[in-house]
């Protein structure tokens, strides 16, 4: 057996079964391994980063790790954006890096170049296979690394010769480690901050996201009187009707700034202090008051459920409490696009049980109250800032929950980063409804270049404005295969978000707004 | 003045006036600067590895630095395949990564990550401003960094308050270091080598390529017999009618095997020792025969035109030589597509004084020797084998030379990973006529697998073959704004060239094949 049959086997063997792909020469055992060996769905992406993009949806839904397949340096840095997202996400995946092998590299072929350092740049865990021998154990340790809680980057590299030289061994799963448990006096101390009545909020993120961490979390909010927020992106929520209703703290400074202004709590829970994405001349970086006191009830590796339902003991709180109700009730809104009217008429349309993942920045500020109301769901957002994650995340969210409707919200601007993923849709005929907001403009670097303090001009007209010459989404999409329509009007949306809800297979909507 | 005032300034002190850009929020100031400041160019790519592959073009024929805007980690990653090919090519470049603020790294935001890891990865030269007060003088040492022979890629980092803080200075060019010369006991002792009559060949690369550099190459090789050559790829090379025919060394190893069997004397003018793009089971990973020996008439870094001089004088060459004629007379084809056929077509349609860029291992594997008797022109290749390189050099290269017809020869499976560049030619109104060779398979890694020993199966099919679904490129152009026409045959192809090449603009044909 050589390495990489060695290698196949043992992903296989540690529940790794899903490889999205975008091959070159380098990697040409691993594919013969593919070939020889059953079991490995092999998905592939004309883009690196729609192959990271994916494995990054692929994990947050499916729980486990997804393989990718990448050609050396160059080939594994075109992944590296949705790489950052999937690490801010905390998302498993095993990246195998083919390279040169071991005795060509001194030879400095064209493509060689720093992989390991790329991949140290980029990843939690990187290691170089140097024999066809520990290809297997490799593997197995790249695995247990991406399981690792809160979720890893591991990055294998694979020269070429460990991959196709005899002597290759399988390797056993090894085991993944448990999430540390939060200890009991964390937890008491906690209880008597919030017993205090002073204003408090509980920042949710990761597992306290899931409907068991909100359930929880909720037990403690009714029972304190503490606010719950999540950070600006969350990477999976379970959101909709029955799920409880937690607003994000805003994007814009000021926004967050004016929601924490009171608090004298911060109690995170697998979240990191609030911080704003960039900073900008002469305002904070924190957006917690500087008089707050910060606390962590679980870092991001920790048993954040548990955590929540120990705290909610400690509070006396009882098993169950009602779910506060949103008033805001979805409806189909009429007229041109407004974030809040197609917000609230997207909560009308989002299909029971669908997935939504959003890359939004302009566009989807304003979805998350609107669609407290909808349909229960899982949200999926951008957690790195790392731009065109929501085409491949849904096309990676589709693959690993084939029964449940995709619906991907991308701004256009952002979508032009990754939309070759539209053909890996077309291609698997995957279940992703794709709406595309096409405002033809960078407009969030508007708002940007005014907070920080200038005015727009010739330069920045030039290096905003997308609408010279304008995209036409329809035909980028029909170019990959992928079924398209445009619409105007929230009511052209509805009518063509229904129809594209109830047939199966990818779909696009160009919302011009 | 602020940091980003001073180093637009710098820039353009230094002789950087064009800059391809795709900028976040912490280029912000950089861009305000940009509104404030006249005398920049800049031109906006809708993903990375545009910019910098742009930047690439323009470099190779500018011979000039651009600059290059990106944002932040996962932005400089998107552009790293492109910079790795620039790397390649000695292509002077100079990026300017926006990072976060200095005090607000520590709060690791969701875009934070480690930039100058990245960068050192990719780079020869990295540095992080530290301070408004020295973005000035950084910004002249890295276009200095850029300039340096061979040409180079200089990274500079910029967080965002050493942009935004006043103080800045306006830096004054440094100067560029002269090339080396070449020793003359060198050119003595590998004129020697070639007194011997033993077989010998001069591997030509980077300057050895020019025009000069070819005649004086010409004039050793006439006096000695000594065959020319240059690498699989080149960075930019004078070529047509009137120019020395140079073929290159094949990318099969045993065509290369093959054309360097006999030599005893490998002479390295510009260009490193000949190497297989990768290595494979139980073939060679150096092409010339162990018992020749290899010499070093010029590094990359020196004067490769006065070394062939001198060493053309040294053997009492005369100081004129006819130009070997090839008997390969350029003419229309008629049929399918085959690549000789192919070769001679695009020959005789070729115009005068037009750049080539060609991205396209498979189908363009042919094109050098029927060209050498085409019109006067320049060709550039993928230099580091990091594909979908031809869209954005070719754009890069039509902003260096407004007034030259460009010709883009893209590989499908390759041209995916850049498309988005004919956004950027329609925007730029760019005269480049791009021709896409649409086999709808990623045709070199059948042959790959091949190579290393292994048949195609399941899995291969899966990974290799792109017409399931087919792309429609006349859409896809028309989706970013250029026209486009799709032909079947060697006919066809030459009246929508003709008329593509008659007509200012971006155009784009998708050839059948």
């Not at 991949?119 to 790249?142: K, L, M, P, Y």
């Not at 959101?239 to 004016?258: C, F, H, S, T």
């Not at 400690?314 to 917000?343: D, H, M, N």
Request: hydrophobic share 45%; charged share 20%.
């Amino acid at each position: 057996m050589n390495g990489a049959e060695s290698l196949v086997r043992t992903l296989l063997a540690s529940g790794v079964d899903t490889c999205f792909a975008n091959p070159g020469t380098s990697e040409m055992h691993f594919v013969a391994a593919l070939d020889k060996v059953e079991g490995m769905r092999c998905i592939l992406g004309m883009a690196e980063t729609v192959v990271t993009g994916c494995a990054d949806g692929y994990g947050r839904m499916a729980g486990k790790p997804a393989a990718t397949l990448l050609h050396c340096g160059p080939g594994f840095a075109n992944g590296i954006a949705n790489v950052h997202n999937a690490r801010r996400a905390h998302t498993p995946m095993v990246n195998i890096v083919g390279d040169q092998a071991t005795y060509h590299r001194p030879f400095d072929a064209p493509l060689t170049s720093d992989t390991e350092g790329l991949a140290r740049a980029a990843s939690h865990w990187v290691r170089t296979s140097t024999s066809s021998a520990t290809v297997g154990a490799d593997a197995a340790a790249a695995v247990q690394a991406a399981n690792t809680a809160p979720g890893q980057i591991a990055t294998l590299i694979l020269p070429a010769d460990t991959a196709w030289n005899e002597g290759g061994a399988v390797a056993a799963p090894l085991p993944v480690p448990a999430r540390p448990a939060v200890a009991p006096e964390t937890v008491r101390a906690i209880a008597q901050a919030l017993r205090s009545k002073q204003p408090a909020m509980l920042v949710l993120y990761g597992q306290a996201l899931s409907e068991a961490g909100l359930t929880a979390a909720n037990r403690v909010a009714q029972a304190t009187g503490a606010q719950l927020r999540t950070p600006t992106q969350v990477s999976r929520m379970a959101r909709g009707r029955g799920r409880v209703p937690v607003d994000r703290i805003p994007y814009v400074v000021e926004g967050a700034l004016k929601m924490l202004a009171d608090t004298k709590h911060v109690i995170l829970v697998g979240a990191k202090p609030p911080t704003a994405f960039f900073a900008y001349p002469g305002k904070p970086s924190l957006m917690s008051p500087p008089d707050s006191i910060t606390h962590v009830l679980a870092r991001p590796e920790q048993d954040a459920v548990a955590a929540l339902e120990l705290l909610a003991d400690e509070l006396g709180a009882p098993k169950r409490v009602s779910i506060p109700e949103s008033e805001l009730k979805p409806q189909l809104a009429r007229g041109k696009f407004e974030p809040v009217a197609f917000a609230s008429t997207l909560a009308a349309l989002l299909p029971e049980n669908c997935i939504v993942a959003e890359d939004a920045v302009t566009s989807g500020r304003a979805l998350f109250a609107p669609t407290f109301n909808a349909a229960p769901m899982d949200w999926l957002q951008n957690t790195g800032g790392a731009i065109g994650h929501a085409f491949p995340c849904a096309t990676g969210a589709a693959v690993a929950c084939p029964g449940r409707k995709v619906v991907c919200l991308q701004a256009d601007g952002a979508g032009m980063y990754s939309l070759q993923a539209l053909w890996t849709q077309a291609r698997e005929k995957l279940d992703v409804v794709n709406v595309v907001f096409a405002n033809r403009i960078y407009k969030i670097l508007y708002g940007e270049l005014v907070s920080v303090g200038a005015q727009p001009g010739r330069a920045s007209n030039e290096l905003f404005d997308l609408a010279r010459p304008e995209l036409d989404w329809v035909k980028l999409a029909a170019g990959m295969g992928v079924e398209a329509a445009r619409v105007e009007t929230l009511e052209g949306f509805a009518d063509v978000f229904k129809s594209a809800c109830g047939r199966r297979g990818p779909f696009l909507i160009e919302f011009r707004i």
